[in-house]
């Protein structure tokens, strides 16, 4: 048996938040928070477990799928965050995003 999976957008990270001050390109140009997501953001993953076409950054789509894939194949994660739910984040080491994966059980 298979699970839809929701995928929640729960922060949204700045270079501030990661290493405590702006990052600055040496053009001169900050790096800005992502701008694919924001806050509460919700996508939907089918059985079939395809990206949805919405969410558009396919680096972080990899990055959370091996979690994506183990709720929607009926796993878990050994005393993590639930038996339904599991939090991941994508690779962007300087401008993050956290991401809340629920499986959806009806």
Not at 16 to 22: E, S, Y
Not at 53 to 64: D, S
Request: aromatic share 10%; net charge negative; hydrophobic share 35%.
């Amino acid at each position: 048996m298979t699970y839809k999976v929701k995928i929640t957008v729960e922060k949204v990270c700045e270079p501030k938040d990661i290493i405590g001050k702006d990052f600055i390109r040496e053009s001169g140009k900050p790096i800005p928070k992502c701008g694919f997501f924001s806050e509460g953001d919700q996508f939907i993953i089918l059985e079939t477990g395809a990206m949805p076409e919405e969410f558009i950054c396919q680096h972080a789509f990899y990055a959370i799928n091996k979690h994506v894939e183990v709720l929607r194949l009926g796993g878990r994660i050994e005393d993590w965050t639930g038996d339904d739910t599991i939090y991941g984040v994508c690779h962007d080491g300087i401008r993050p995003v956290i991401f809340k994966l629920e499986r959806i059980t009806e």
